[in-house]
């Protein structure tokens, strides 16, 4: 088991809590991006190592090695929509930076919202953006994460796991 973190769009917060548990848990963590994000590295002996994969700057580069990186069994972490139903359907488990997690009975719904809202937008229509990256949010994923990696650590062996998060 691996956790994959699309960096791009993590909020620091998030980036460091999933550095926290992956090093307390001895979880192997790589974080992919079109640039350099900051991470803990094997220069910051007190602190877990993180593998940082600088992707190519053009479209989708660091989803697609995501993807590719991406097993059976593994946790990722993204907010991107089309991102995480490319990875559910690698089975992999996936959780955004405000504590929802993607799976395959609510992918296609969430998919089908996300494409309807980007077309109101693409005819100049506004809509309600996000909001910054809250307290509440980060507590919201800091309780998902903890729930979903004991439940991944509690049943690895299992095609799903009770997600009742």
């Known amino acids: 088991m691996k956790i994959l973190v699309d960096a791009d769009s ?3 917060l998030a980036r460091e809590l999933v550095l926290r548990r992956a090093a307390k848990l001895k979880i192997r963590i790589i974080f992919a ?12 002996p007190d602190k877990p190592v993180a593998e940082m994969e600088i ?8 989803d697609d ?4 990186l991406a097993e059976k069994g593994d946790l990722a972490l993204t907010r991107d929509v089309p991102l995480a139903k490319r990875l559910v ?10 504590g929802r997690v993607f799976t395959k009975n609510n992918i296609n719904e969430l998919l089908s919202l996300r494409n309807f809202t980007v077309g109101l937008a693409d005819n100049g229509l506004e809509f309600e953006r996000t909001a910054n990256y809250s307290k509440k949010d980060f507590k919201t994923f800091a309780d ?22």
């Open 33 to 44: 991006a079109n640039h350099a994000i900051p991470v803990w590295t094997e220069e910051e």
């Open 10 to 12: 993590c909020p620091k």
């Open 65 to 68: 090695r995501l993807v590719e």
């Open 89 to 98: 359907e690698k089975d992999t488990f996936v959780l955004d930076d405000r």
């Open 144 to 165: 998902s994460l903890d729930r979903l990696l004991t439940k991944m650590l509690k049943y690895p062996l299992q095609d799903t796991v009770p997600l009742s998060v």
């Open 55 to 62: 992707c190519p700057n053009t479209d989708n580069s660091a």
